[in-house]
C-alpha cells in the first residue's frame, strides 16, 4: 500500500513539474492570433485542365505564434468543400506553414503550402506542394513548386 502511495505521488509531482514547464527542454510560443476565417474562392483543378472552376466554401483557421528565438511563424489549416458547373463534388485541404525571421518585415521569409483537391467523381484528384524562400528585398516567386495528379 505504502509503495503504490510513493509511486502515485512521485507521478503527480513528475506530471505537475511538467505541466508547469519546469522539466521541459523549450520555451513556450506566445500565441497571436488563433482565429477562424470563413471563406470562399473558386479554383480549377491543375490536374484536370479544361474542367469548368470549381465553387468552394468553408474555413481557414489561422494560428500565429512568434517564437523564443523572435520569428513569426503562421499556420493556416483550410477545408473547403464544393462543386463544378458539372455536379462533382470536391474537398479542398489546405496546409501553410510560414516564418517571418524579421517580423513585421515582410521579408525574409520561407512558405511552405499543400493543397489537396480531392474529387468525389470521376476526375482526378490533385495534391498541389509549393515552397517559397523569398530573401530580404527578393523577389515573391516559388522556390519549388511540385503538382502530383492522381486518378
Known amino acids: 500500500m505504502l509503495r503504490k502511495l510513493l509511486v502515485g505521488a512521485l507521478f503527480a509531482l513528475v506530471l505537475g513539474l511538467t ?4 522539466g521541459s527542454k523549450s520555451a513556450s510560443a506566445g500565441v497571436t492570433l488563433n482565429v477562424r476565417v470563413p471563406a470562399v474562392r473558386a479554383t480549377e483543378n491543375a490536374c484536370e485542365p479544361g474542367i ?9 483557421h489561422h494560428v500565429w505564434y512568434t517564437t523564443p ?4 511563424k503562421m499556420n493556416i489549416q483550410g477545408h473547403l468543400t464544393g462543386t463544378d458547373a458539372d455536379g462533382t463534388e470536391y474537398i479542398l485541404n489546405t496546409q501553410q506553414h ?18 489537396n483537391l480531392i474529387s468525389k467523381g470521376g476526375t482526378v484528384n490533385a495534391l498541389i506542394v509549393m515552397t517559397f524562400n523569398v530573401p530580404a528585398g527578393g523577389p515573391v516567386v516559388p522556390e519549388t513548386s511540385a503538382t502530383a495528379c492522381v486518378g
Open 69 to 72: 528565438q523572435g520569428t513569426l
Open 19 to 22: 505541466t508547469l514547464g519546469v
Open 52 to 60: 469548368s472552376p470549381i465553387a468552394l466554401s468553408g474555413t481557414f
Open 98 to 115: 510560414m516564418e517571418h525571421a524579421a517580423w513585421p518585415s515582410m521579408t525574409p521569409y520561407t512558405d511552405r503550402v499543400r493543397m
